[in-house]
């Protein structure tokens, strides 16, 4: 095995290049040469990494240095270019949403299997200061057993890319903003067995989606998750609560705060500055190297990735029908 993992960047815009300063940080990897179908994005971040760039996807994967890709480009490219770099024989960590459909995920999954290549998903959420020590707390036990979790997740629209106002290219605000949530409360809840969602479009009107939505999401385990999400909203927040047997977490991630209370009267709170958590981005791309140096199997992986679009998909439908959804 190579002491140095090379890394090809598939996708020169903002999350790569924030993916690859990252990666500049991760021991035993570097960026050996970017890629973006505009040249002109290929161009700035060769100079800026100081690597080999071009326009062509096809020519990062047909370099043998080549040990592994990030894939950060916009969603619908996502299947076929993952599937491109799994026959090349290339690990992949792939940006959220995963894809665009269960199909797509599914081929996916089984184009990296039979490669013999590992596939982490981009759901960095999960390592975010707030969600990860909220992860900690009830791995502690401070709540029991979490059965309840509520996100409130609203912002505004300002400039946004082409592709990221169409959901036949983004998929719309759960698949592109909230893939992270409906993730996230799958982390903490377990396995989801059917989805209800409605939705709305009543502010922003260059998208061709809904603009506010309300997800409920049952899971296996009995437990209940629920997101109120909007792009649509004058005044921002992104708050939340998981309640457990035991007690029960509030949290608000701008700024970061978690307040919990147990029945047995105990409560405590942390913020912003006592929030040490390792930088969220060299923790999942660590993953990459250490699957593709050591073997290691990654946390956040095909079968998470899938489950979040899986979601995702099934409250497309349910906003259409006006039914509940159940999962497969
Ligand atoms: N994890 C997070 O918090 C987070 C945050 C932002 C974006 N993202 C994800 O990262 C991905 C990229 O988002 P972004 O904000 O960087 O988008 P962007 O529009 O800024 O950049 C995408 C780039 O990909 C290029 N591109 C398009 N098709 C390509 C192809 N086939 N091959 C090579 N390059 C191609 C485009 O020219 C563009 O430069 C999306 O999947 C998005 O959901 C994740």
């Not at 506010?212 to 992104?238: D, E, M, N, Q």
């Not at 007690?247 to 047995?264: A, E, H, L, V, Y």
């Not at 079968?303 to 679009?309: L, N, S």
Request: charged content about 20%; aromatic content about 6%.
């Amino acid at each position: 095995m190579p002491e140095t993992l090379n890394v090809g960047l598939l996708g020169c815009g903002g999350m790569a290049k924030a993916l690859a300063k990252a990666l500049g940080r991760v021991p035993r990897a570097r960026i050996s040469r970017v890629c973006d179908v505009v040249e002109d994005a290929a161009r700035t971040a060769g100079v800026e990494f100081t690597v080999p760039w071009g326009t062509s996807p096809e020519e990062v994967l047909a370099d043998p240095a080549v040990g592994a890709v990030i894939v950060a480009t916009p969603n619908f490219t996502h299947a076929d270019l993952v599937g491109q770099a799994a026959q090349a024989g290339k690990h992949i960590f792939c940006e959220k949403p995963m894809a665009l459909t269960v199909a797509d995920c599914d081929r996916m999954i089984a184009v990296t299997r039979s490669a013999g290549v590992h596939l982490c998903i981009g759901h960095v959420l999960r390592y975010l200061p707030v969600f990860d020590h909220m992860k900690r707390l009830i791995d502690g036990g401070i709540i029991g057993e979490p059965f309840a979790v509520r996100v409130s997740r609203l912002g505004g629209w300002g400039e946004r890319a082409a592709w990221r106002q169409r959901r036949d290219l983004s998929g719309g605000p759960l698949f592109e903003i909230n893939a992270h949530e409906i993730d996230y409360m799958r982390y903490i809840l377990g396995e989801p067995v059917s989805v209800y969602a409605s939705g709305t479009q009543a502010v922003v009107k260059q998208a061709d989606f809904e603009d506010t939505i309300f997800l409920t999401v049952r899971y296996a385990g009995g437990g209940h998750g629920v997101l109120h999400s909007s792009i649509g909203a004058a005044r921002g927040g992104y708050t939340g609560e998981i309640q457990g047997t035991e007690g029960t977490i509030s949290f608000t991630n701008w700024p970061s705060r978690i307040d919990w209370k147990r029945f047995d009267g105990t409560a405590g709170s942390v913020q912003d500055a006592e929030l040490h958590v390792p930088d969220p981005h060299e923790r999942e791309l660590a993953h990459l190297v250490e699957a593709a140096l050591d073997g290691v199997a990654p946390p956040i992986g095909g079968a998470d990735g899938r489950a979040a679009v899986a979601v995702a998909e099934a409250a497309g439908r349910s906003m259409q029908t006006g039914e509940v959804v159940r999962l497969g």
